[in-house]
């Protein structure tokens, strides 16, 4: 399994951005594929994921109404849309992918190289 996350960059506060997780190598069906994030100092947290087969979305509470998972299946691409950025949201965001339930960093198998979000004030 490979996963690339793209689209990071710098933005002002209350912007928007898309990211991009391409993923390959396997089969996706019976996958649910997260986004993370870690900011300087702080530990990785849990921002959303979307099961493959089913598309069930989940959040981090602090990131619903904000931010918005979904995926393309015939590009084999999950897209984060975050809106009404905040400086607190400015982090390096990583895609990652498991088989089975539950949202948890330690859980989630395999991992892409994170592509990182500025968020000026």
């Known amino acids: 399994v490979q996963l690339q996350a793209s689209g990071g960059g710098l933005v002002q506060a209350g912007g928007s951005l898309r990211l991009s997780c391409a993923a390959s190598?396997?089969?996706?069906?019976?996958?649910?594929i997260g986004w993370f994030r870690q900011a300087p100092g702080k530990e990785r947290e849990f921002v959303a994921a979307?099961?493959?087969?089913?598309?069930?979305?989940y959040y981090a509470d602090s990131m619903k109404g904000r931010f918005t998972i979904s995926k393309d299946d015939a590009k084999n691409v999950v897209y984060l849309q975050m809106n009404s950025l905040k400086p607190e949201d400015t982090a390096v965001y990583y895609c990652?992918?498991?088989?089975?339930?539950?949202?948890?960093?330690?859980?989630?198998?395999?991992w892409g190289l994170g592509t990182l979000v500025t968020v000026s004030s």
């Open positions: 979307i099961s493959w087969s089913v598309g069930s979305t």
């Open positions: 190598g396997h089969t996706f069906s019976s996958y649910r």
């Open positions: 990652a992918a498991k088989v089975g339930y539950g949202n948890s960093v330690a859980s989630y198998e395999y």
